[in-house]
């Protein structure tokens, strides 16, 4: 019996402001933790669930925990977890807003949440929860898109890697999930061509990249090109807004496998607006991405280049998650060969931080996560 008192930040219907407020704890199913959150990361996505979460999740029903990125120490196990105990620190994907879950008791915003075993992992002793806590979405998205099956299905990363003639392109290398793809491909044994911005080049080659390039520059498609040497392109990730048709030109123009992992719809959901306005705002950019959506398919069909979308919390249900967060990652983490990345940046303190944290996120970050500490 448990006497822990849970917190929550809910979305209570939507479209609605978030409010903080007392929730019941769930104590865990038979493959699942309770874990006491420490720090939460926020994902663009985190905000996007609240201003377009009744088109992009149609499945969630109200009110709502949101939030995927949690740090924390376990309280309570199921009665099958065997990887944790209870004072371990941890951290893990929240996985509430995904559809074969639709939590509230799995979203990330609470201070008691429950993960499920398959994709958590233990903290090294040096590693904070802050910085811990800027990994599960980004690593996960960053994880689908290279090794699920149906997207790049590319070989598993390894403490020791075999090192292959063979490249991935990362464009967006400097986002939370492009310093993840990036760091996945290395250990995997691939070369790493990646796009950023000058200022991050140093941090992009820092975790493996073999080259970077501005995004920004007419010539980027021919840079990434040239700089393949005679390595095979065996696909790209597509991550930020306009990056899916110049990878579509990459791929195409290295010559080698034609796949592109899609990680960024068309256009941007981030000037949509909470209460009044929203719709306003909301029609032209579904339109847009609608007829974006359309025609980089066509385009894609055209090219002969396979160009899936990648939903960032699919590897809960497939052979990923357990690679990676059972796997590969509690070695990675404990001998240094995976940096958290990227840098943490904390944001306030308590539930009812999230929302203003969220504000500072949607006016732009540069190679940092916001993190907020319950
Ligand atoms: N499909 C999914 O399930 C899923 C899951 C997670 C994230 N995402 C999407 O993935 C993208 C990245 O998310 P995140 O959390 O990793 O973002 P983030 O770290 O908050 O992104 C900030 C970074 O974006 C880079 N950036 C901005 N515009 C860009 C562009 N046009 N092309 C390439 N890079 C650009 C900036 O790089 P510089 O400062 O170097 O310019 C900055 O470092 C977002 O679009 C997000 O919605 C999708």
Not at 5 to 29: E, H, M, R, V
Not at 36 to 64: E, K, S
Not at 255 to 276: E, K, L, Q, Y
């Amino acid at each position: 019996m448990q006497d822990n008192i849970n917190s929550a930040l809910w979305l209570p219907a939507k479209g609605a402001a978030f409010i903080a407020g007392p929730a019941p704890y769930t104590a865990p199913q038979r493959q699942e933790v309770v874990v006491r959150t420490r720090a939460v990361a926020l994902n663009p996505f985190d905000r996007h669930v609240q201003t377009i979460g009744a088109l992009a999740c149609p499945w969630l029903t109200y009110p709502m925990v949101v939030g995927h990125d949690v740090a924390g120490d376990v309280v309570e196990v199921g009665e099958a977890v065997t990887r944790f105990k209870p004072g371990d620190r941890v951290l893990g994907l929240a996985g509430g807003v995904d559809k074969g879950r639709n939590r509230s008791a799995e979203g990330a915003f609470q201070t008691h949440v429950v993960l499920l075993e398959h994709m958590m992992t233990h903290l090294p002793s040096g590693l904070s929860y802050e910085q811990a806590s800027v990994l599960p979405l980004g690593l996960s998205t960053a994880a689908c898109a290279l090794f699920q099956d149906d997207v790049l299905a590319l070989a598993r990363p390894q403490l020791a890697p075999q090192r292959r003639d063979e490249t991935v392109i990362v464009w967006g290398g400097s986002t939370s999930v492009g310093l993840n793809a990036i760091q996945l491909a290395v250990a995997a044994g691939y070369e790493v061509l990646t796009t950023c911005s000058p200022a991050n080049f140093g941090l992009v080659r820092a975790l493996g990249a073999r080259h970077a390039f501005d995004y920004r520059s007419d010539t980027v498609v021919s840079d990434l090109t040239s700089a393949l040497g005679k390595s095979r392109c065996v696909g790209a990730v597509a991550i930020g807004t306009g990056s899916a048709p110049s990878c579509l030109d990459a791929v195409v123009a290295a010559g080698g496998r034609r796949a592109v992992a899609v990680i960024t719809p068309p256009t941007s959901f981030d000037g949509i607006p909470v209460g009044r306005g929203r719709l306003r705002k909301l029609l032209p950019v579904l339109t847009n991405n609608a007829i974006g959506i359309l025609k980089l398919k066509w385009r894609a069909y055209r090219l002969g280049v396979a160009a899936p979308f990648v939903w960032g919390t699919s590897l809960i249900h497939n052979q990923v998650g357990p690679m990676i967060f059972q796997d590969y990652l509690p070695g990675a983490l404990a001998h240094g060969a995976f940096k958290p990345s990227p840098a943490c940046q904390v944001a306030g303190h308590g539930l009812e931080a999230i929302p203003a944290a969220m504000a500072v996120h949607a006016a732009g970050v540069s190679a940092v996560k916001l993190v907020v500490t319950l």
